[in-house]
């Protein structure tokens, strides 16, 4: 069992940035696949971006490359998202996940661990 905690989320003028944490405890978290999933209201869940265990690969939704970085930091049991140059359609509540498997996966279904969430505001 893995319990993970958002922390980072605000509000924020378009063009800004902020930094998301996700804070892991309970089993080793060297062996999980993380990844990072937002919600907007009236709207499904989706992928935003993942990274593997030994931080060699990384996935990003198209709507973010180039504009947010997934990092990880085993030994501190945590996991970030820098969001740079962010858009109102960033908007979100922002969820940090987890999968017991080595193999990278874009879909919600595929991961076992979720946190509650941390609202990301973006303003025109």
């Known amino acids: 069992q893995v319990q993970v905690l958002e922390s980072g989320g605000g509000l924020v003028q378009a063009g800004g940035s902020l930094r998301l944490s996700c804070a892991a405890s309970?089993?080793?978290?060297?062996?999980?696949?993380m990844g990072w999933f937002r919600q907007a209201p009236g709207k499904e869940r989706e992928f935003v971006a993942a990274?593997?265990?030994?931080?060699?690969?990384?996935l990003y939704t198209d709507s973010v490359k180039g504009r947010f970085t997934i990092s990880r930091d085993n030994a501190k049991n945590a996991m970030y998202l820098q969001m740079n140059s962010l858009k109102p359609e960033d908007t979100a509540v922002y969820y940090c996940?987890?999968?017991?498997?080595?193999?990278?996966?874009?879909?919600?279904?595929?991961?076992?661990?979720w946190g509650q969430g941390t609202q990301v505001t973006v303003s025109s």
């Open positions: 990274i593997s265990l030994d931080f060699g690969r990384t």
């Open positions: 309970g089993r080793r978290f060297g062996a999980f696949v």
């Open positions: 996940a987890g999968r017991a498997t080595a193999v990278v996966r874009t879909t919600k279904d595929d991961y076992e661990y």
